[in-house]
């Protein structure tokens, strides 16, 4: 572990500059650049702890948090089993099938990103739509350690206010968080050491995340969010590469 340390802070620094800048973004980029130098399930459990700081940080700030549970929390539940049911593919010994759908899912999030389809979803679909995407959402956390597909999409297709949107999305990536660490742990894929490293990123990801609050004061977030994409397709390609290769 110690070997990839340069590696881990230098990761958690640009994954907070990120999240700082576009208000997401910390636990993709982080599990897409420590799986260039490990498997899947040891860079989750180090994105474990920053992951869980910085989302209880974005959904502790907005006032609506209980409004907002009881709005999801079928999608929430459906993240939380979704997770902890599929989390043994992370921490199985297929590494190289939980690396391809790692490169996938960056894939998927970086087209839907750059393509900004203008989903809505109908007030009469919520009820069963919300826990069926939660439960999807589960299964790609489960499986690649990354929380952003379908949740993401879904949730702003929601037409919440800015505000809303950001708690929201605070409340998803917090239960994907914790859900995550039940599972990794469940399967014996959660030792001392990587929760020791995991503690060890959060100092980079808080300033990072403080550094991505002063650029982002004086850069377009469009932009940014436009490269932030194309990097990470460029990424998800590259670790899909690798693992089919």
């Given amino acids: 572990m110690t070997e990839h340390l340069i590696l881990i802070t230098l990761t958690f620094l640009l994954a ?7 208000g997401l973004g910390l636990p993709t980029v982080a599990m897409g650049l420590l799986a260039a130098a490990m498997p899947p399930a040891q860079a989750a459990a180090m994105l474990l702890v920053p992951s869980a700081v910085t989302n209880l ?8 948090f209980l409004p ?9 539940l ?5 997770t902890i049911a599929c989390s043994g593919l992370i921490a199985g010994p297929a590494v190289h099938l939980a690396t391809a759908g790692l490169g996938l899912a960056l894939l998927a999030y970086a087209a839907i990103g750059l393509a900004k389809p203008g989903l809505s979803v ?5 009820g069963w739509a919300g826990p069926l995407v939660g439960l999807a959402t589960g299964a790609v956390t ?8 379908p949740a993401v999409p879904y949730l702003s297709a929601l037409g919440l206010a800015r505000d809303d949107l950001v708690q929201a999305l605070g409340l998803s990536f917090t239960v ?8 990794l742990a469940w399967h014996g894929a959660l030792p001392g050491l990587a929760l020791g490293a995991s503690l060890l990123a959060l100092l980079p990801a808080l300033l990072g995340m403080l550094l991505g609050g002063w650029l982002r004061a004086r850069v377009r977030p469009e932009l940014f969010r436009k490269i932030f994409f194309v990097g990470l397709a460029i990424l998800g390609a590259e670790i899909l590469w690798r693992a089919v290769g």
Avoid: E, H, N, Y
């Fill in 16 to 22: 907070g500059l990120v999240k700082g800048v576009i």
């Fill in 57 to 64: 940080w974005q959904l502790l700030a907005g006032p609506r």
């Fill in 68 to 76: 907002l549970l009881r709005q999801l929390w079928g999608m929430m």
């Fill in 78 to 82: 459906g993240i939380a089993l979704g």
């Fill in 122 to 126: 109908p007030v009469q679909a919520r």
């Fill in 142 to 149: 489960g499986a690649t350690g990354v929380f952003v597909i």
């Fill in 176 to 183: 994907s968080t914790f859900a995550l660490g039940l599972g």
